[in-house]
């Protein structure tokens, strides 16, 4: 097999997040460095070498802030406070300066939609009715009989309505009671959430991950939600009777967003991507990421739950995304803090290791970025929590229909013999999987076929091929077990093949004589790929 033919220029010349590989650090379970059995932020710096040692962009921080913890920090208390279980404001400047000298951006959350209910802002806005921020949150009366506004239902489980005496009102939330809804529509309350972004602007963050924005405004007249046609899955909460058309994606979202843009592009090479689920994803990330006044990127949920990797999948998600003016640039997640791993949920568990190295290269493959969730280098596998040590409000009001999303979030192994993997020297705050120990950083750098050596090769290689990194994406072939897509750029034309079957399978470009083979799994050859084989080939006539 021959080595990729460098066309590194494009990597300087293209803005850094453009086609960028970001690694997703869950704080709380990526290493401990006080012995509580929690992670912290200098657990995070410590383990930034290896980071940096992957060869990705960027490192994308879940929440640190300030909170009550009841949904594990997406349930804000001080935007601008970094929790005490994390450490400190200066051990997150540490962070930064040691993240920059290793060569990572750093990304960190944004939750813009909703605080927690113990901020000052709601303990303000809940006193009384005409106080200064009577206003920032959605507060409506009830009905005549004294029940809710309207329909709408939490996505964690019963109405999206809580009333308050103090108040004699009902407030809004689309999440626990204990995370009331900001109500964006008010400029003023977007002014602050501005501030906010400046404040870490300031300390040096190199952009945002912007939670659930879609959420972010409702439709101010209170309208019902109509019912949900009837499907062919379990509906385990309330929130999935309903077409939430009235509750979020309000039609005034993107205008909010262009004031965030503006704001980021205060500051050079600055960078936003948006979390866009719901019932119409597409529409909306193309709305959030239009022209160059809104996010520059947006993910949604193709892959983030799917049961099964199908070469039809992919087709759908990329061919979405065209390198067409006036199409935002995608990004991608086949796993992360919210979902299930993607080799407990697709791989088979007899091929599962050539599976995971065919999943692997067709990650690296794609059109847009790629956000890989920690542990995903290693192979780490979906671990199952019994009920009495969940920690998922969700999973633990709708046990047991709701998938635990625990299962994705447990301790990082960085040692095989070390106690508890080498997290903590405590017990672990969410228990380390069973099998995890055994896939430890510490045993994968010795070996030379691991996931995590065939990872750092994968990026590596992504990183010095134009076509990967900004490249249009076309689809030959997506039938059956066969994904076949061009990546083409002003300087290179490759083909990735895939098969994404048990079965071996014969696949060659039209005149095979004018392409030379630059990347390979799974035994796959010029002509041939057996099963879970993928392959790369460049054109060079």
């Given at each position: 097999m021959s080595d990729p033919l460098p066309i590194e220029a494009t990597k300087t010349e293209r803005p850094w997040w453009r086609g960028a590989s970001i690694y997703q650090v869950y704080p709380r379970s990526f290493a401990d460095s006080n012995g509580d059995g929690i992670g912290d932020l200098p657990g995070i710096t410590g383990k930034l070498d290896y980071v940096a040692s992957l060869g990705v962009d960027a490192i994308w921080l879940s929440p640190f802030f300030t909170s009550p913890m009841k949904d594990f920090g997406y349930d804000v208390a001080d935007y601008c406070g970094v929790d005490p279980i994390f450490g400190t404001l200066n051990d997150f400047d540490n962070l930064v300066a040691k993240a920059h000298s290793v060569g990572l951006k750093v990304l960190i959350d944004q939750v813009y939609s909703h605080t927690s209910d113990l901020h000052a802002w709601f303990a303000e806005s809940r006193a009384n009715r005409d106080n200064a921020k009577a206003d920032w949150y959605v507060w409506a009366d009830a009905k005549s009989d004294g029940t809710p506004p309207n329909n709408w239902q939490s996505v964690f489980g019963g109405p999206a309505w809580t009333w308050d005496a103090r108040r004699g009102q009902y407030y809004m939330h689309n999440f626990l009671s204990s995370q009331p809804q900001l109500n964006v529509h008010n400029p003023v309350v977007q002014d602050a959430l501005l501030g906010v972004a400046a404040f870490w602007l300031d300390r040096g963050v190199d952009g945002f991950r912007v939670d659930a924005i879609n959420f972010a405004m409702h439709d101010p007249e209170l309208k019902d939600n109509p019912p949900a046609p009837a499907g062919n899955g379990v509906r385990t909460r309330p929130f999935d009777f309903q077409l939430?058309?009235?509750?979020?994606?309000?039609?005034?979202?993107?205008?909010?967003?262009?004031?965030?843009?503006?704001?980021?592009?205060?500051?050079?090479?600055?960078?936003?991507?948006?979390?866009?689920?719901?019932?119409?994803?597409?529409?909306?990330?193309?709305?959030?990421?239009?022209?160059?006044?809104?996010?520059?990127?947006?993910?949604?949920?193709?892959?983030?739950?799917?049961?099964?990797?199908?070469?039809?999948?992919?087709?759908?998600?990329?061919?979405?995304?065209?390198?067409?003016?006036?199409?935002?640039?995608?990004?991608?997640?086949?796993?992360?803090?919210?979902?299930?791993?993607?080799?407990?949920?697709?791989?088979?568990?007899?091929?599962?290791?050539?599976?995971?190295?065919?999943?692997?290269?067709?990650?690296?493959?794609?059109?847009?970025?790629?956000?890989?969730?920690?542990?995903?280098?290693?192979?780490?596998?979906?671990?199952?929590?019994?009920?009495?040590?969940?920690?998922?409000?969700?999973?633990?009001?709708?046990?047991?229909?709701?998938?635990?999303?625990?299962?994705?979030?447990?301790?990082?192994?960085?040692?095989?013999?070390?106690?508890?993997?080498?997290?903590?020297?405590?017990?672990?705050?969410?228990?380390?999987?069973?099998?995890?120990?055994?896939?430890?950083?510490?045993?994968?750098?010795?070996?030379?076929?691991?996931?995590?050596?065939?990872?750092?090769?994968?990026?590596?290689?992504?990183?010095?091929?134009?076509?990967?990194?900004?490249?249009?994406?076309?689809?030959?072939?997506a039938q059956s077990d066969l994904l076949v897509f061009e990546r083409r750029s002003a300087n290179q034309h490759l083909i990735c093949a895939f098969n994404m079957g048990g079965e071996d399978t014969n696949w060659q470009p039209a005149q095979p004589d004018r392409w030379r083979m630059v990347k390979s799994e799974n035994d796959a050859t010029p002509g041939s790929l057996p099963a879970y084989g993928a392959k790369v080939m460049e054109k060079i006539a």
């Open positions: 939430k058309v009235n509750n979020q994606s309000h039609p005034d979202i993107p205008d909010f967003i262009a004031r965030i843009r503006a704001l980021t592009d205060m500051y050079p090479d600055r960078f936003t991507v948006a979390e866009v689920g719901g019932p119409d994803p597409d529409r909306e990330m193309k709305a959030f990421t239009a022209g160059e006044s809104h996010f520059n990127s947006a993910y949604g949920f193709n892959f983030l739950y799917a049961e099964h990797l199908t070469p039809a999948l992919v087709r759908e998600a990329l061919e979405a995304w065209p390198d067409t003016d006036g199409i935002g640039w995608p990004s991608w997640a086949f796993s992360n803090h919210d979902a299930p791993r993607w080799i407990s949920r697709w791989a088979p568990v007899d091929a599962r290791d050539a599976y995971a190295r065919m999943v692997m290269m067709l990650f690296a493959c794609l059109r847009g970025n790629v956000i890989l969730w920690q542990g995903e280098e290693l192979g780490l596998t979906q671990v199952e929590i019994p009920f009495d040590k969940l920690q998922d409000p969700e999973a633990i009001a709708n046990w047991p229909l709701t998938l635990s999303r625990d299962g994705t979030r447990t301790p990082m192994p960085w040692s095989a013999e070390a106690l508890n993997g080498g997290f903590s020297v405590a017990e672990p705050w969410l228990p380390l999987g069973p099998d995890h120990q055994a896939m430890s950083v510490d045993r994968q750098e010795l070996d030379a076929d691991s996931m995590l050596a065939l990872t750092r090769k994968l990026i590596a290689f992504r990183n010095v091929n134009e076509a990967m990194l900004i490249g249009d994406l076309h689809i030959i072939e």
